[in-house]
């Protein structure tokens, strides 16, 4: 398995193509791929990211079958499930390379957004939960930007809320923080825009 330095820089690279409008021709989702893949996988990076339709990880990072073990829900909140997933991929694969990929104009912190200033009661159980999950990263924000732009409430509440899964992962999880501390995993948080297609790593990478 390669380190996640090396994960990192290959996800750069294919988000550099993908940027620029330049995919892979051989983007691995051959028959033969596919079939090579049929007796296990390895997938290089482990991704947390949102459901939002215009966020497909393979599609951001060019990647193909096999290449990426990807988590989404909204709003990429860290439920125990999401954690476990990430757990397992990490544990079972050799995976080294984590990351939390939040997004510009992310539809599940703008609820959030707007259930805090002003709650419904309709709201369905089930995305209350959501809501209730990314509140406490958000919360924050609002109480010490009293008066801000929506755009940038919205920008840094985008940012708290990647922060605050990278943390949980980091710390919520005694398989993670050992996956860490002695085999080199790494997880990071990045934010993808809309927009541009560009990902911006939030951090330094990992090193060796
Ligand atoms: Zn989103």
Redesign the pocket.
């Known amino acids: 398995m390669i380190s996640a330095h090396e994960a990192l820089q290959r996800l750069r690279e294919g988000n550099r193509r993908f940027v620029s409008d330049d995919p892979r021709p051989e983007v691995g989702a051959s028959r033969s791929r596919r079939r090579e893949l049929a007796s296990g996988q390895e997938p290089f990076a482990i991704i947390l ?4 339709s215009r ?1 497909p990880a393979e599609i951001v990072f060019d990647q193909g079958l096999g290449d990426l073990f990807v988590i989404r829900v ?3 909140s860290v439920a125990p499930s999401q954690v476990g997933s990430v757990e397992f991929a990490a544990d079972q694969f050799g995976t080294r390379l984590v990351v939390v990929l ?2 510009s ?5 703008a609820a959030t957004l707007e259930e805090l200033g002003r709650p419904s009661a309709e709201q369905s159980r089930n995305i209350r939960s959501i809501v209730d999950r990314i509140r406490p990263t958000v919360e924050p924000i609002l109480s010490a930007n009293l008066g801000a732009s929506p755009g940038l409430l919205m920008e840094q509440a985008v940012r708290a809320n990647i922060r605050a899964s990278v943390d949980h992962l980091r710390h919520g999880s005694a398989i993670l923080e050992d996956l860490i501390a002695r085999e080199g995993l790494a997880v990071m948080g990045a934010e993808y825009a809309l927009e541009t297609g560009r990902v911006v790593f939030l951090e330094e990478p990992p090193r060796g």
């Open positions: 990211g949102c459901s939002d966020v909204a709003g990429k939040g997004h104009a992310c539809g599940a912190i």
